[in-house]
């Protein structure tokens, strides 16, 4: 009879090891961002910041709310996020704080931000990485979509009252006042040029323009047919449009605005429901 061992009689002595080298490296970017202070999201805080690539994590009201990448400077991701969320109702910038962590070019393969999303959603819900908070513009043929109910854009929508940037007051033609709407708003406006843009004439008065009544002079201009419609997130102009969407709640019609109450499901939001996450 063969001698038994003098211990561990009766216990397996074969089994499978299970080595999880991702999760540990989400463990230790979440323990070394928990670590570390919050800063305003506000330029002052921003341009102390590097030019580098990293992780970072948002604070809305001191609750965890968004975790993100900058795959080349998490200075110009983050005044990004300041410029968007500046564009939107019922945020209040002061309210909204942020962490980040320089992470090494060669660690970035990794995906590090997937890494603290799985970290976190084990022990929970992001609400902002779960609803469409990042997202590029979806397209035209997402432009009908109903958005859920939770989504960013349904609970933060674009403000129409912020001032246009770069505005210069006198003539100017709908060409070039459309170029300037696109670059000096803080959300996306989308539009197709209009037959006779370049000689239709604007007028800016003194004082500036808020969005709204941007929209309104260019609306006047337009060609039959065509129509600019604020949706929750975005804006878009073009004359093959539908005449209602489900998500506007603001159109401009040769001058005229006409005010809609968008639809929004119910539903949470499922991950079918989330756009391709901006870079």
Same mark, same amino acid.
């Given at each position: 009879?063969?001698?038994?061992?003098?211990?561990?009689?009766?216990?397996?002595?074969?089994?499978?090891?299970?080595?999880?080298?991702?999760?540990?490296?989400?463990?230790?970017?979440?323990?070394?961002?928990?670590?570390?202070?919050?800063?305003?999201?506000?330029?002052?805080?921003?341009?102390?910041?590097?030019?580098?690539?990293?992780?970072?994590?948002?604070?809305?009201?001191?609750?965890?709310?968004?975790?993100?990448?900058?795959?080349?400077?998490?200075? &110009?991701?983050?005044?990004?996020?300041?410029?968007?969320?500046?564009?939107?109702?019922?945020?209040?910038?002061?309210?909204?704080?942020?962490?980040?962590?320089?992470?090494?070019?060669?660690?970035?393969?990794?995906?590090?931000?997937?890494?603290?999303?799985?970290?976190?959603?084990?022990?929970?819900?992001?609400?902002?990485?779960?609803?469409?908070?990042?997202?590029?513009? !979806?397209?035209?043929?997402?432009?009908?979509?109903?958005?859920?109910?939770?989504?960013?854009? /349904?609970?933060?929508?674009?403000?129409?009252?912020? !001032?246009?940037?770069?505005?210069?007051?006198?003539?100017?033609?709908?060409?070039?006042?459309?170029?300037?709407?696109?670059?000096?708003?803080?959300?996306?406006?989308?539009?197709?040029? !209009?037959?006779?843009?370049?000689?239709?004439?604007?007028?800016?008065?003194?004082?500036?323009?808020?969005?709204?009544?941007?929209?309104?002079? &260019?609306?006047?201009?337009?060609?039959?047919?065509?129509?600019?419609? &604020?949706?929750?997130?975005?804006?878009?102009?073009?004359?093959?449009? !539908?005449?209602?969407?489900?998500?506007?709640?603001?159109?401009?019609?040769?001058?005229? /605005?006409?005010?809609?109450?968008?639809?929004?499901?119910?539903?949470?939001?499922?991950?079918?429901?989330?756009?391709?996450?901006?870079?």
């Amino acid at each position: 009879m063969a001698q038994e061992a003098s211990s561990g009689v009766g216990k397996a002595f074969h089994d499978h090891f299970r080595l999880s080298i991702t999760k540990a490296l989400g463990d230790q970017l979440s323990v070394a961002l928990t670590r570390l202070g919050r800063a305003p999201l506000s330029d002052e805080y921003l341009a102390d910041l590097d030019e580098r690539p990293g992780v970072y994590q948002l604070y809305l009201s001191g609750d965890f709310v968004y975790v993100g990448k900058a795959e080349k400077s998490l200075r &110009a991701r983050l005044s990004n996020h300041l410029r968007k969320l500046g564009g939107r109702q019922r945020i209040n910038l002061a309210d909204v704080s942020f962490s980040c962590l320089y992470v090494d070019e060669d660690f970035s393969a990794l995906a590090p931000e997937q890494l603290l999303i799985s970290h976190h959603k084990g022990a929970g819900s992001i609400p902002w990485n779960n609803n469409g908070f990042g997202n590029k513009d !979806p397209g035209r043929n997402r432009d009908a979509t109903v958005l859920k109910k939770n989504h960013f854009d /349904v609970e933060y929508p674009i403000d129409l009252s912020l !001032p246009v940037g770069g505005l210069r007051e006198g003539r100017t033609n709908l060409s070039t006042f459309l170029k300037v709407l696109k670059s000096g708003l803080p959300y996306n406006f989308r539009y197709k040029e !209009p037959p006779g843009s370049g000689v239709a004439e604007i007028m800016v008065t003194p004082g500036g323009l808020s969005a709204d009544q941007a929209f309104r002079l &260019a609306s006047r201009v337009l060609p039959e047919k065509w129509q600019i419609v &604020a949706l929750m997130g975005y804006v878009i102009m073009y004359d093959d449009s !539908p005449s209602d969407y489900k998500s506007a709640w603001r159109y401009y019609r040769s001058g005229n /605005v006409v005010d809609a109450v968008p639809e929004a499901s119910p539903e949470d939001m499922t991950e079918e429901d989330l756009f391709s996450l901006d870079e």
